[in-house]
Nanobody, 123 residues
Framework: VQLQASGGGLVQAGGSLRLSCTSSRRTASNNGMGWFRQAPGKERELVAAINWNGGSTKYSDSVTGRFTISKDRSTGSAYLQMTSLKPEDTAVYYC?????????????????WGQGTQVTVSS
C-alpha cells in the first residue's frame, strides 16, 4: 500500500483544515487507517483511527470534538477534518494503513505510511 497525504498548511487559531490521504490502486479499501502527528522533539502520536468501513472511530483526548476522521471505502482514501485548530496542533501529520481491517490504535500495527504534511497553527 502506498499512501499520499496532502492538505496541510498555515492557518490561524480557530481555523479549519481538511487533510486527505489517498492510497494507490485503492489498496487501503479493506484496511483500518489512522492519522498520526509528530511535533518537534515529541513522539509520534495517534490522533484518530478508523476501521475499514468507517463504522468505528477513535480520537485522542486532545482532538475529540474538534477533529473528524472519515474513509471512502470505494477509493481507500481517508480524511481528517480539523476544526477549532489550536497552536498546539502544529505538527507534521501522517496517514497510515494498518494490516488489519479493524480499528487499530497501536502504532506498531500500521505497516504503510504516507510522507507527512505540515500543519502550522498561528496564535
Amino acid at each position: 500500500v502506498q499512501l499520499q497525504a496532502s492538505g496541510g498548511g498555515l492557518v490561524q487559531a480557530g481555523g479549519s483544515l481538511r487533510l486527505s490521504c489517498t492510497s494507490s490502486r485503492r489498496t487501503a479499501s479493506n484496511n483500518g487507517m489512522g492519522w498520526f502527528r509528530q511535533a518537534p522533539g515529541k513522539e509520534r502520536e495517534l490522533v484518530a483511527a478508523i476501521n475499514w468501513n468507517g463504522g468505528s472511530t477513535k480520537y485522542s483526548d486532545s482532538v475529540t470534538g474538534r477533529f473528524t476522521i472519515s474513509k471512502d471505502r470505494s477509493t481507500g482514501s481517508a480524511y481528517l477534518q480539523m476544526t477549532s485548530l489550536k497552536p498546539e496542533d502544529t505538527a507534521v501529520y501522517y496517514c497510515a494503513a494498518a494490516r488489519s481491517s479493524s480499528l487499530v490504535t497501536q502504532r506498531s500495527l500500521y505497516n504503510a505510511w504516507g510522507q507527512g504534511t505540515q500543519v502550522t497553527v498561528s496564535s
